[in-house]
């Protein structure tokens, strides 16, 4: 079955640095995802990107925050400069059809920020 | 607005007993429902979904949930525990409205999950 792959599974950075988490979404699929999840939180929505551009984003997903999709297969998350309460479980997702019926997701990256 | 309340934190059962993981959702619209799992270091996976068919559903793992509008509930239920069912579980709403009018956002609303232990 095909996956969502999100690379790396663990990041550990400090505060003020820049990171980027990757996934390779399924290579079919044309709307992608980013939600995340503080420990004992529940998950929560980032943004949604289709055909390149961003068509949604939360209240989180403030200045610091990007997304790109460098290639035909990557799509990353770049968060410019990290703050303690960034810590978190990151999840990529993509669907085919953008219907959430068919959404998947990968096994996220837990990021911390010391 | 929409939210989802799952009651219990962590449920333990012993193996081969029922499993009820209880979800009470709050949906200004016709909200599709579902229930995703995650392993250990897998992704979340999908186990069943409701969007305004039948109200019992029936998913993966021999997992079925009823939506029950009257209770606002979906709680997620099967018959014997196995130990391969030991996971964190989330209910999760979607605004059909939402979906309707923003296309390609699927903007997900995720409990806080349940743990699920099974006892050998």
């Known amino acids: 079955e095909p996956e969502v792959t999100q690379t790396p599974s663990h990041q550990v950075t400090q505060m003020g640095q820049e990171v980027i988490l990757r996934c390779v979404p399924i290579?079919?699929?044309?709307?992608f995802y980013w939600y995340r999840q503080i420990l004992g939180q529940k998950v929560e929505f980032l943004v949604s990107?289709?055909?390149?551009?961003?068509?949604?984003k939360s209240e989180i997903f403030d200045d610091q925050f990007s997304v790109e999709r460098p290639d035909g297969s990557n799509f990353t998350l770049k968060i410019r400069s990290t703050k303690l309460e960034d810590s978190a479980m990151y999840f990529c997702?993509?669907?085919?059809?953008?219907?959430?019926?068919?959404?998947?997701f990968g096994s996220g990256t837990q990021l911390s920020v010391l | 607005a929409q939210s989802v309340t799952q009651l219990d934190s962590h449920v333990s059962v012993s193996e081969g007993t029922p499993v009820l993981l209880r979800c009470n959702y709050s949906?200004?619209?016709?909200?599709?429902l579902f229930w995703y799992v995650q392993h250990p270091n897998k992704g979340l996976q999908l186990l069943l979904k409701?969007?305004?068919?039948?109200?019992l559903v029936k998913g993966i793992n021999g997992f079925e949930a009823e939506f029950k509008k009257s209770e606002t509930s979906f709680h997620l239920t099967k018959p014997s525990a196995h130990m391969s069912d030991a996971a964190e579980y989330f209910c999760?709403?979607?605004?059909?409205?939402?979906?309707?009018?923003?296309?390609?956002?699927?903007?997900?609303?995720f409990g806080t999950g349940t743990r699920l232990t099974i006892i050998p």
């Open positions: 997702a993509s669907s085919e059809a953008g219907t959430f019926e068919k959404l998947f």
């Open positions: 290579s079919n699929h044309l709307y």
């Open positions: 990107f289709y055909n390149n551009e961003i068509s949604e």
């Open positions: 949906s200004s619209y016709s909200p599709s």
């Open positions: 409701y969007t305004s068919a039948a109200t």
């Open positions: 999760v709403v979607s605004d059909l409205r939402t979906s309707i009018s923003n296309f390609g956002n699927e903007k997900l609303t």
